[in-house]
Protein backbone atom coordinates (compact mmCIF):
# COMPACT_ATOMS: atom_id res chain seq x y z
CA UNK A 1 0.00 0.00 0.00
CA UNK A 2 1.59 3.77 -0.66
CA UNK A 3 0.86 6.01 2.11
CA UNK A 4 0.58 9.65 2.22
CA UNK A 5 -0.85 9.38 -1.18
CA UNK A 6 -4.56 12.32 -1.61
CA UNK A 7 -6.59 11.68 -4.44
CA UNK A 8 -7.49 15.08 -5.75
CA UNK A 9 -11.07 15.90 -7.13
CA UNK A 10 -10.06 15.48 -10.43
CA UNK A 11 -8.81 11.87 -9.31
CA UNK A 12 -5.46 12.29 -9.46
CA UNK A 13 -2.96 11.69 -7.15
CA UNK A 14 -0.75 14.22 -5.71
CA UNK A 15 0.43 15.73 -2.69
CA UNK A 16 2.23 13.86 0.55
CA UNK A 17 4.42 11.74 -1.65
CA UNK A 18 7.94 12.41 0.02
CA UNK A 19 10.13 10.89 -2.83
CA UNK A 20 9.82 11.19 -6.34
CA UNK A 21 10.57 7.48 -7.21
CA UNK A 22 7.39 6.72 -5.22
CA UNK A 23 5.09 9.21 -7.84
CA UNK A 24 4.45 5.70 -10.47
CA UNK A 25 3.29 3.54 -8.01
CA UNK A 26 0.58 6.09 -6.68
CA UNK A 27 -0.36 6.80 -10.40
CA UNK A 28 -0.71 2.97 -10.08
CA UNK A 29 -2.84 3.01 -6.93
CA UNK A 30 -5.25 5.84 -8.03
CA UNK A 31 -6.13 3.41 -11.15
CA UNK A 32 -6.49 0.33 -8.47
CA UNK A 33 -8.83 2.69 -6.61
CA UNK A 34 -10.85 4.20 -9.71
CA UNK A 35 -11.07 0.09 -10.93
CA UNK A 36 -12.81 -0.59 -7.55
CA UNK A 37 -16.33 1.35 -8.81
CA UNK A 38 -19.40 0.20 -9.59
CA UNK A 39 -19.37 -2.71 -12.07
CA UNK A 40 -21.72 -1.69 -15.23
CA UNK A 41 -25.49 -3.56 -14.92
CA UNK A 42 -25.44 -6.17 -17.57
CA UNK A 43 -27.54 -5.43 -19.96
CA UNK A 44 -31.58 -6.75 -19.68
CA UNK A 45 -32.28 -9.75 -22.24
CA UNK A 46 -32.72 -9.61 -24.80
CA UNK A 47 -30.38 -6.82 -26.01
CA UNK A 48 -29.21 -8.53 -29.80
CA UNK A 49 -31.27 -10.79 -32.34
CA UNK A 50 -31.80 -13.86 -31.36
CA UNK A 51 -31.94 -17.25 -33.62
CA UNK A 52 -33.74 -20.60 -33.58
CA UNK A 53 -31.94 -23.42 -35.22
CA UNK A 54 -34.59 -25.44 -37.06
CA UNK A 55 -33.04 -29.25 -37.67
CA UNK A 56 -34.95 -29.07 -40.96
CA UNK A 57 -34.86 -27.86 -44.37
CA UNK A 58 -36.90 -24.50 -44.98
CA UNK A 59 -40.74 -25.12 -45.74
CA UNK A 60 -41.63 -28.75 -43.66
CA UNK A 61 -44.15 -28.49 -40.28
CA UNK A 62 -41.45 -27.41 -37.79
CA UNK A 63 -40.19 -24.82 -40.07
CA UNK A 64 -43.37 -23.42 -40.42
CA UNK A 65 -43.78 -23.66 -36.32
CA UNK A 66 -40.20 -21.84 -35.77
CA UNK A 67 -41.46 -19.05 -38.13
CA UNK A 68 -44.57 -18.92 -36.25
CA UNK A 69 -42.94 -18.89 -32.86
CA UNK A 70 -40.33 -16.08 -33.39
CA UNK A 71 -42.99 -13.85 -35.28
CA UNK A 72 -44.83 -13.96 -31.74
CA UNK A 73 -42.33 -13.63 -29.16
CA UNK A 74 -40.15 -10.75 -31.24
CA UNK A 75 -43.10 -8.83 -30.09
CA UNK A 76 -42.93 -9.58 -26.90
CA UNK A 77 -39.73 -10.02 -26.55
CA UNK A 78 -38.94 -6.36 -28.64
CA UNK A 79 -35.99 -7.95 -30.73
CA UNK A 80 -35.88 -9.88 -34.14
CA UNK A 81 -35.87 -13.36 -33.79
CA UNK A 82 -34.37 -15.07 -36.42
CA UNK A 83 -34.61 -18.45 -37.79
CA UNK A 84 -31.78 -20.46 -39.32
CA UNK A 85 -32.08 -24.25 -41.07
CA UNK A 86 -29.43 -26.78 -40.38
CA UNK A 87 -30.97 -29.70 -41.72
CA UNK A 88 -28.86 -33.00 -41.72
CA UNK A 89 -28.12 -36.15 -39.87
CA UNK A 90 -31.63 -37.04 -38.60
CA UNK A 91 -31.59 -33.48 -36.39
CA UNK A 92 -28.08 -34.34 -34.94
CA UNK A 93 -26.02 -31.21 -37.39
CA UNK A 94 -28.49 -28.66 -35.82
CA UNK A 95 -28.91 -29.93 -32.40
CA UNK A 96 -25.31 -29.83 -32.01
CA UNK A 97 -24.84 -26.59 -33.26
CA UNK A 98 -26.94 -25.31 -30.04
CA UNK A 99 -25.42 -27.69 -27.54
CA UNK A 100 -22.50 -25.94 -28.37
CA UNK A 101 -23.73 -22.07 -28.88
CA UNK A 102 -23.48 -19.83 -25.91
CA UNK A 103 -25.79 -20.26 -22.88
CA UNK A 104 -26.57 -16.86 -23.38
CA UNK A 105 -30.46 -17.12 -24.62
CA UNK A 106 -29.54 -15.78 -28.50
CA UNK A 107 -29.60 -19.27 -29.71
CA UNK A 108 -32.63 -21.43 -29.15
CA UNK A 109 -32.92 -25.30 -30.82
CA UNK A 110 -36.75 -25.95 -32.34
CA UNK A 111 -36.61 -29.71 -31.22
CA UNK A 112 -39.62 -32.75 -32.45
CA UNK A 113 -39.51 -35.67 -31.72
CA UNK A 114 -36.45 -37.11 -32.77
CA UNK A 115 -34.75 -35.21 -29.70
CA UNK A 116 -37.05 -38.30 -27.83
CA UNK A 117 -36.39 -41.11 -30.11
CA UNK A 118 -32.47 -40.24 -31.46
CA UNK A 119 -30.92 -41.88 -28.11
CA UNK A 120 -32.29 -45.10 -29.43
CA UNK A 121 -31.02 -45.16 -32.68
CA UNK A 122 -27.42 -44.15 -32.03
CA UNK A 123 -24.65 -45.57 -30.24
CA UNK A 124 -23.64 -41.66 -29.90
CA UNK A 125 -24.40 -38.73 -30.44
CA UNK A 126 -22.14 -35.80 -30.25
CA UNK A 127 -24.36 -34.22 -27.63
CA UNK A 128 -26.28 -35.47 -24.55
CA UNK A 129 -30.11 -34.69 -25.10
CA UNK A 130 -30.47 -34.05 -21.72
CA UNK A 131 -27.29 -32.75 -19.99
CA UNK A 132 -26.72 -30.41 -22.54
CA UNK A 133 -29.64 -28.35 -22.77
CA UNK A 134 -32.26 -26.58 -20.66
CA UNK A 135 -35.84 -26.58 -21.57
CA UNK A 136 -37.81 -23.47 -22.40
CA UNK A 137 -41.40 -24.82 -22.96
CA UNK A 138 -43.20 -27.49 -24.59
CA UNK A 139 -45.23 -25.22 -27.03
CA UNK A 140 -47.26 -27.79 -28.91
CA UNK A 141 -48.46 -31.60 -29.63
CA UNK A 142 -49.63 -33.38 -32.96
CA UNK A 143 -50.04 -36.54 -34.43
CA UNK A 144 -49.90 -38.16 -37.66
CA UNK A 145 -52.81 -39.69 -39.90
CA UNK A 146 -53.44 -42.37 -41.77
CA UNK A 147 -53.80 -41.93 -45.45
CA UNK A 148 -54.01 -44.80 -48.07
CA UNK A 149 -54.50 -43.96 -52.33
CA UNK A 150 -58.46 -43.44 -52.72
CA UNK A 151 -58.46 -46.65 -55.40
CA UNK A 152 -57.60 -48.27 -52.57
CA UNK A 153 -59.56 -51.24 -51.43
CA UNK A 154 -58.72 -50.79 -47.74
CA UNK A 155 -61.57 -48.36 -46.27
CA UNK A 156 -60.75 -48.52 -42.77
CA UNK A 157 -58.49 -49.46 -39.69
CA UNK A 158 -60.30 -52.94 -40.02
CA UNK A 159 -59.48 -52.75 -43.66
CA UNK A 160 -56.34 -52.42 -43.06
CA UNK A 161 -55.68 -54.73 -40.21
CA UNK A 162 -57.29 -57.72 -41.82
CA UNK A 163 -55.43 -57.06 -45.67
CA UNK A 164 -52.11 -56.65 -43.67
CA UNK A 165 -52.80 -60.37 -41.70
CA UNK A 166 -54.05 -61.77 -45.08
CA UNK A 167 -50.79 -60.73 -47.02
CA UNK A 168 -47.70 -60.59 -44.34
CA UNK A 169 -44.94 -58.14 -45.31
CA UNK A 170 -46.41 -57.59 -48.54
CA UNK A 171 -48.25 -54.26 -48.07
CA UNK A 172 -45.71 -51.21 -47.34
CA UNK A 173 -45.72 -48.15 -45.85
CA UNK A 174 -43.85 -45.05 -46.53
CA UNK A 175 -41.59 -42.95 -44.04
CA UNK A 176 -39.71 -40.25 -44.01
CA UNK A 177 -36.94 -41.75 -43.01
CA UNK A 178 -36.07 -44.39 -39.91
CA UNK A 179 -36.89 -43.10 -36.87
CA UNK A 180 -38.66 -40.51 -37.78
CA UNK A 181 -42.44 -40.29 -36.53
CA UNK A 182 -44.58 -41.85 -39.75
CA UNK A 183 -41.88 -44.37 -39.07
CA UNK A 184 -42.55 -45.30 -35.77
CA UNK A 185 -46.21 -44.75 -35.75
CA UNK A 186 -46.09 -47.50 -37.97
CA UNK A 187 -44.18 -49.99 -36.70
CA UNK A 188 -45.66 -49.37 -33.59
CA UNK A 189 -49.13 -50.44 -35.57
CA UNK A 190 -46.99 -53.10 -36.68
CA UNK A 191 -46.38 -54.63 -32.80
CA UNK A 192 -49.86 -53.58 -31.10
CA UNK A 193 -52.00 -54.88 -34.26
CA UNK A 194 -49.93 -57.98 -34.38
CA UNK A 195 -49.65 -57.52 -38.33
CA UNK A 196 -46.30 -57.10 -40.61
CA UNK A 197 -46.40 -54.45 -43.27
CA UNK A 198 -42.89 -53.45 -44.87
CA UNK A 199 -41.21 -49.42 -44.05
CA UNK A 200 -40.03 -48.03 -47.39
CA UNK A 201 -38.06 -44.86 -46.64
CA UNK A 202 -37.79 -42.02 -48.48
CA UNK A 203 -36.12 -38.82 -47.79
CA UNK A 204 -38.76 -36.61 -47.08
CA UNK A 205 -42.70 -36.34 -46.99
CA UNK A 206 -43.06 -35.20 -50.62
CA UNK A 207 -41.36 -37.73 -52.63
CA UNK A 208 -43.13 -40.71 -49.92
CA UNK A 209 -46.85 -39.13 -50.58
CA UNK A 210 -45.96 -38.47 -54.73
CA UNK A 211 -45.57 -43.02 -54.59
CA UNK A 212 -48.43 -42.66 -52.26
CA UNK A 213 -50.35 -41.09 -54.87
CA UNK A 214 -48.82 -43.23 -57.20
CA UNK A 215 -50.11 -46.41 -56.05
CA UNK A 216 -46.09 -47.59 -55.31
CA UNK A 217 -46.65 -47.98 -52.07
CA UNK A 218 -49.89 -48.88 -49.92
CA UNK A 219 -50.32 -47.02 -46.90
CA UNK A 220 -48.57 -43.70 -44.54
CA UNK A 221 -48.54 -42.54 -41.25
CA UNK A 222 -47.52 -39.33 -42.11
CA UNK A 223 -48.32 -35.43 -40.50
CA UNK A 224 -51.17 -33.77 -41.03
CA UNK A 225 -49.38 -30.64 -42.62
CA UNK A 226 -48.22 -33.24 -45.36
CA UNK A 227 -51.58 -34.96 -46.01
CA UNK A 228 -54.42 -32.31 -45.05
CA UNK A 229 -54.79 -30.18 -48.21
CA UNK A 230 -54.72 -33.50 -49.98
CA UNK A 231 -57.31 -35.23 -48.29
CA UNK A 232 -59.74 -32.17 -48.30
CA UNK A 233 -59.20 -32.57 -52.45
CA UNK A 234 -60.14 -36.06 -52.42
CA UNK A 235 -56.56 -37.51 -53.32
CA UNK A 236 -55.84 -39.02 -50.43
CA UNK A 237 -58.11 -41.55 -48.25
CA UNK A 238 -57.94 -40.95 -44.57
CA UNK A 239 -58.63 -43.73 -42.47
CA UNK A 240 -57.54 -42.61 -38.74
CA UNK A 241 -55.46 -40.20 -36.92
CA UNK A 242 -52.84 -41.57 -34.71
CA UNK A 243 -53.84 -39.18 -31.33
CA UNK A 244 -54.90 -40.76 -28.41
CA UNK A 245 -58.55 -38.64 -28.62
CA UNK A 246 -60.06 -37.57 -31.69
CA UNK A 247 -59.23 -34.44 -33.23
CA UNK A 248 -60.86 -30.88 -33.48
CA UNK A 249 -59.53 -30.89 -37.23
CA UNK A 250 -61.05 -33.87 -38.81
CA UNK A 251 -64.04 -35.07 -36.20
CA UNK A 252 -65.45 -37.23 -38.42
CA UNK A 253 -62.01 -39.33 -38.29
CA UNK A 254 -61.71 -42.17 -35.59
CA UNK A 255 -58.40 -42.57 -33.20
CA UNK A 256 -56.54 -46.21 -34.65
CA UNK A 257 -57.07 -46.81 -31.13
CA UNK A 258 -61.16 -46.62 -31.83
CA UNK A 259 -60.85 -48.15 -35.17
CA UNK A 260 -59.36 -51.43 -33.76
CA UNK A 261 -55.90 -51.34 -32.14
CA UNK A 262 -56.69 -50.49 -28.72
CA UNK A 263 -54.66 -48.25 -26.44
CA UNK A 264 -52.71 -47.38 -29.37
CA UNK A 265 -51.46 -43.84 -30.04
CA UNK A 266 -48.44 -41.87 -32.00
CA UNK A 267 -47.58 -38.30 -30.63
CA UNK A 268 -45.47 -35.75 -32.26
CA UNK A 269 -44.67 -32.69 -30.45
CA UNK A 270 -42.62 -29.19 -31.07
CA UNK A 271 -40.42 -27.74 -28.07
CA UNK A 272 -38.42 -24.89 -27.48
CA UNK A 273 -34.12 -25.42 -25.44
CA UNK A 274 -31.90 -23.31 -25.03
CA UNK A 275 -27.51 -24.80 -24.18
CA UNK A 276 -27.47 -26.19 -20.49
CA UNK A 277 -26.44 -23.10 -17.70
CA UNK A 278 -28.30 -20.51 -19.78
CA UNK A 279 -29.77 -18.33 -16.64
CA UNK A 280 -32.75 -19.30 -15.40
CA UNK A 281 -33.88 -15.74 -15.65
CA UNK A 282 -33.78 -15.40 -19.59
CA UNK A 283 -35.23 -19.24 -19.13
CA UNK A 284 -38.10 -18.04 -17.63
CA UNK A 285 -38.44 -14.62 -19.95
CA UNK A 286 -38.54 -17.00 -23.10
CA UNK A 287 -41.19 -19.30 -21.33
CA UNK A 288 -43.25 -15.85 -20.79
CA UNK A 289 -43.15 -14.71 -24.45
CA UNK A 290 -43.85 -18.73 -25.43
CA UNK A 291 -47.32 -18.95 -22.93
CA UNK A 292 -48.85 -15.63 -25.00
CA UNK A 293 -47.75 -16.70 -27.87
CA UNK A 294 -49.82 -20.03 -28.60
CA UNK A 295 -52.69 -17.74 -27.55
CA UNK A 296 -52.28 -15.79 -30.18
CA UNK A 297 -54.66 -15.73 -33.98
CA UNK A 298 -51.22 -17.31 -35.45
CA UNK A 299 -50.99 -20.28 -33.48
CA UNK A 300 -54.76 -20.55 -33.52
CA UNK A 301 -54.82 -20.84 -37.13
CA UNK A 302 -52.29 -23.67 -36.99
CA UNK A 303 -53.74 -25.47 -34.17
CA UNK A 304 -57.46 -25.59 -36.50
CA UNK A 305 -55.71 -26.28 -40.37
CA UNK A 306 -52.82 -28.47 -38.60
CA UNK A 307 -54.36 -30.38 -35.85
CA UNK A 308 -52.08 -29.36 -33.61
CA UNK A 309 -52.64 -29.11 -29.80
CA UNK A 310 -50.66 -26.08 -28.28
CA UNK A 311 -49.61 -26.13 -24.78
CA UNK A 312 -47.01 -23.48 -23.75
CA UNK A 313 -45.86 -25.69 -20.75
CA UNK A 314 -43.47 -25.04 -18.24
CA UNK A 315 -39.68 -26.05 -18.84
CA UNK A 316 -40.05 -28.69 -16.31
CA UNK A 317 -43.16 -30.30 -17.63
CA UNK A 318 -41.10 -30.71 -21.19
CA UNK A 319 -38.53 -31.97 -19.58
CA UNK A 320 -41.10 -34.56 -18.24
CA UNK A 321 -42.93 -35.13 -21.30
CA UNK A 322 -39.58 -35.92 -23.41
CA UNK A 323 -37.81 -38.07 -21.13
CA UNK A 324 -41.73 -40.35 -20.98
CA UNK A 325 -41.49 -40.19 -24.91
CA UNK A 326 -37.69 -41.48 -24.92
CA UNK A 327 -38.73 -44.69 -22.77
CA UNK A 328 -41.33 -45.25 -24.76
CA UNK A 329 -39.90 -45.42 -27.75
CA UNK A 330 -36.70 -47.18 -26.88
CA UNK A 331 -38.72 -49.92 -26.10
CA UNK A 332 -40.18 -50.36 -29.66
CA UNK A 333 -36.74 -49.45 -31.12
CA UNK A 334 -35.15 -52.30 -29.54
CA UNK A 335 -38.27 -55.21 -29.77
CA UNK A 336 -38.53 -53.73 -33.37
CA UNK A 337 -34.70 -54.02 -34.16
CA UNK A 338 -34.70 -50.85 -35.36
CA UNK A 339 -31.24 -49.44 -36.80
CA UNK A 340 -30.12 -46.19 -38.39
CA UNK A 341 -28.49 -47.07 -41.36
Known amino acids: MVSGGIINDDGVCGKGLAVQRWRGLAILACAVVAGLGPTPARAEYPDKIIKIVVPFAAGGGTDIMARTTAQEIQTDLGKPVIIE ?10 TQTVATSEPDGYSLLMATFAHAVNPSLYKKLPFDPHKDFAAVSLI ?28 PGKLNFGTFGTGTSAHLAGELFNAMAKVKMTAVPYKGAAPAISDLLGGQIDVMFTTVASAASLVAAGQLRALAVTSAERSAAFPQLPTVAEAGVPGYAAESWYGLYAPAKTPVPVIARLNQAIAKAVQSGAFKKLEANEGLIMVGSAPEDLDRYVSGEEERWRKLVKDANIEVQ
Open 85 to 94: NKPGAGTIIG
Open 140 to 167: ARSFNIVVVNPASKINSIADLIAEAKAN
